[in-house]
């Protein structure tokens, strides 16, 4: 016959846990620590247009793309980052149609709408009019991609990775900081295989794990406005939004909705 010591096993373990030799208690709860916080160095300010009320932003072939939106006025642009001068611009916006989030990926430009849940797709080298357009049944907020799937955010706390050929999911995932859900999350780029999130209506970004969707590192800009343009600053100057990754020279754009500034930076 089998004998079971597992309740003795386990006083004796509880025991071993709920004090030490001097009959003291012992914290055996689990510890969290605080996102570890991305240094970053601004190296360069650039002039950016205050019309655009930026949703999305692409350094691509050494310009820069831009989505915009607010309806009627909703964009795609390619702009010299260095002057700020727009050098080309598709007017898409309708009363009904808003502007969001762009990737490049195989040539192509996608760009998400808001509530409409159109998707427009252009030629990389030709933004007059889209080759074609998908449906998307959620809103759009964000958009990057992986090399193969383009990566989508809506406001929540998820992240949909999406077939571009065809616009089927693959696969969802939950954004998490310290095991609470993440919302709000906005603007997305892929950077050295993370992906770094703007949170609306804050000056922070986050870099998530794209398997885990855990949020491994934070970049906080706080008072930026102030300390940059403050003078500049009107009741049209709206949220901190817009993330491109030039990867020839491993630094980062970053902007705002209407902001009169764009700013080059590195991560230190």
């Not at 192509?108 to 357009?133: G, M």
Request: contains cysteine; aromatic residues 14%.
């Amino acid at each position: 016959m089998k004998r079971y010591f597992l309740p003795a096993v386990l006083i004796i373990f509880a025991a071993c846990t709920n004090g030490d030799e001097n009959g003291n208690d012992i914290d055996n709860s689990i510890k969290t620590f605080p996102t570890p916080v991305i240094g970053y160095t601004i190296i360069a300010e650039y002039p950016h247009d205050t019309s655009a009320y930026t949703q999305g932003l692409e350094f691509h072939n050494g310009k820069l793309i831009e989505g915009t939106g607010d309806f009627e006025t909703s964009s795609l642009r390619i702009t010299d980052h260095k002057t700020g001068k727009v050098e080309k611009k598709h007017m898409m916006g309708t009363d009904s149609v808003f502007g969001e989030g762009i990737t490049v990926l195989n040539n192509k430009i996608y760009q998400l709408t808001w509530e409409s849940n159109i998707v427009y797709v252009y030629e990389a080298n030709n933004i007059d009019k889209p080759i074609k357009t998908f449906k998307w049944p959620y809103d759009g907020w964000g958009l990057t991609n992986n090399g193969a799937d383009l990566i989508i955010s809506d406001g929540s706390a998820n992240l949909y990775f999406v077939d571009p050929e065809n616009f089927r999911l693959k696969k969802t995932i939950s954004v998490t900081e310290k095991g609470s859900p993440v919302f709000y999350l906005n603007e997305l780029e892929m950077i050295d295989g993370f992906i770094f999130a703007n949170i609306y209506q804050t000056e922070q970004i986050i870099k998530i794990d794209p398997e885990s969707g855990h949020v491994i590192g934070k970049m906080d800009f706080k008072g930026i406005q102030q300390k940059y343009f403050a003078d500049k600053i009107t009741s049209r100057t709206d949220y901190f939004n817009g993330i491109a990754y030039d990867s020839s020279k491993k630094t980062l754009f970053v902007t705002g909705k209407r902001w009169p500034k764009m700013f080059e930076l590195r991560l230190n």
